[in-house]
């Protein structure tokens, strides 16, 4: 009974992202972060096959991947200097401990 309420709110979810996604990019602010938020935070890899999927939500879909959900942000740069240190570092140790 409890994963059919589950199951019933996270479609009514999904709806209410279909929405919004269909009116993109007239969007105002609390819509468009509440629905990159379900995107980046919420939405499994069926939800958003789903929605690409969609013919009518085709365009919307590319314009909101293109502008905002494809872009590196703060974090990901972070992750991305703290791995290559971490390799040069690992290099470094290696050429120096080989000598």
């Known amino acids: 009974m409890e994963d059919n309420t589950r199951g019933a709110a996270l479609e009514q979810r999904r ?9 993109y990019p007239g969007l ?13 935070k919420e939405a499994s890899a069926l939800d958003v096959g789903l929605i690409s999927s969609d013919p009518n ?19 990901d740069l972070f992750w991305m200097v703290m791995l290559i240190g971490g390799v040069f570092v690992a290099l470094a140790l290696l050429i120096w401990s080989s000598q």
């Open 15 to 23: 709806d209410r992202i279909t929405a919004l996604l269909a009116k």
């Open 28 to 40: 105002d602010d609390d819509e468009l972060a509440d629905l990159l938020h379900w995107f980046k």
């Open 57 to 75: 939500l085709r365009a919307p879909y590319e314009g909101l991947k293109k502008d905002h959900l494809d872009r590196l942000n703060g974090a």
